[in-house]
């Protein structure tokens, strides 16, 4: 307990690893993949990719669809994690066709609508590791794959299609999968291994981008919608509270534009020994960015989860996100927290107000950082608070 943490991090991962390497002895894996694959990006543009199988048969499809796991604990987290063993081989991304049979199983794994039998053979047994640092996101053992095998595989006709049409841009089929019902982490998985865009330009995309950059796609594609639609005609909160985060969603009516808002506690991940709690933040006013944003994939899949909303009203506003991250959060787990706990209080009836004051003040009821620190770090707050408009004297005149 030297690090001030309410649970050790290095501990909940290791208690997990023990767990799940306590029965690898052998240079194979057999069990029913999620389905599960992973991307890697060190090496870029040559990267490791592979299966990842658990030990054993059934139903595993929770272990990798983020979608189910609102409302699990941190441990049950961590232990989905550690439960997918990993296969691991060298691919070129530019030329994912030379890495022979077993891209082709992994790429119609990715097309799979449910957990498949598998078999992964090993050079050597699989072995975890415990990396000394919170920092860390929880991975399970992993080795270099020799071989890798599956049954039969009953693919998702409408990734399938997608996959075969060679001429249809990843973009396109990003959206058109979404419209059609496929979920999102689905979306991101079948993006990382190469299975969108144009015949010829086609390429892995290391499993990390995939997520942001699924999540960004969608959202800029839902916002030019959500620009066809009236404003909302009063303030709206939305509230939810999800593995030591808080999330505030404000709704002001006025044309979109966006902002999200983060403040880390003393003795989480990015503010290990500050005395007080650290803030940052990015937003975008109605015409977009053309730069990447400061605080990371957080931000595109709040975004994603606020234009849904906003294009379910058939509505636009200006949002505001603040997040507070408590030392429950013990060590980063993904950016479909943010994305899920968003949706999952946006389902929520939301708080109605008249006024930003009296929504700030519900706010800050919530909230443990003064109102004001949130303002002195926002750029939208400062402009609704402060900046006049046209029609605050078109007011006046009439």
């Not at 993949?33 to 929770?62: C, H, N, Q, S, W």
């Not at 794959?145 to 997608?162: W, Y």
Request: aromatic content about 10%; overall charge positive.
């Amino acid at each position: 307990m030297l690090c001030g943490k309410i649970q050790c991090p290095i501990v909940a991962k290791a208690q997990a690893m023990v767990k799940h390497t306590k029965d690898l002895n052998s240079n194979s894996v057999q069990g029913s993949t999620p389905p599960a694959i992973f991307v890697g990006r060190l090496g870029y543009p040559k990267v490791f990719i592979g299966p990842m199988v658990p030990t054993y048969f059934g139903d595993t499809e929770i272990l990798d669809t983020p979608e189910l796991w609102i409302g699990k604990s941190i441990e049950e987290i961590i232990d989905y994690r550690y439960s997918l063993i990993r296969g691991k081989l060298i691919a070129d991304i530019n030329e994912p066709s030379k890495s022979g049979r077993i891209l082709d199983t992994l790429q119609e794994l990715a097309m799979a609508k449910t957990p498949i039998e598998s078999e992964a053979q090993f050079t050597k047994s699989p072995k975890g590791r415990i990396t000394l640092s919170e920092y860390s996101q929880p991975f399970g053992p992993s080795a270099p794959l020799k071989n890798f095998s599956t049954s039969s595989v009953s693919v998702d006709g409408r990734i399938e299609k997608a996959f075969c049409d060679r001429d249809l841009k990843s973009a396109e089929a990003i959206l058109k999968l979404y419209r059609d019902g496929v979920l999102v982490t689905r979306i991101q998985r079948s993006l990382s291994i190469g299975l969108f865009g144009l015949g010829s330009r086609r390429k892995l995309v290391p499993t990390r981008w995939s997520i942001t950059a699924v999540d960004s796609s969608l959202s800029l594609s839902l916002i030019d919608r959500v620009k066809e639609f009236n404003t909302i005609d009063c303030y709206m909160i939305y509230y939810f509270r999800n593995l030591g985060n808080i999330f505030i969603a404000i709704l002001i009516p006025d044309r979109w534009s966006f902002e999200w808002i983060e403040a880390w506690f003393p003795g989480t991940v990015w503010n290990v020994s500050g005395e007080k709690a650290s803030i940052m933040g990015d937003f975008e006013a109605y015409n977009g960015r053309s730069t990447y944003a400061s605080v990371g994939g957080c931000y595109y899949s709040a975004r994603l989860a606020l234009t849904e909303k906003l294009e379910s009203m058939r509505k636009q506003a200006t949002v505001i996100v603040f997040r507070e991250i408590h030392p429950e959060y013990i060590l980063p787990i993904g950016v479909w927290n943010v994305r899920e706990s968003l949706r999952e209080a946006l389902r929520t009836p939301p708080l109605y107000f008249d006024n930003l004051q009296d929504s700030l003040n519900f706010a800050q009821s919530k909230l443990t950082i003064p109102i004001e620190r949130w303002i002195q770090n926002s750029g939208l707050l400062k402009d609704a608070l402060f900046q006049k408009k046209i029609t605050d004297f078109e007011n006046v005149n009439s």
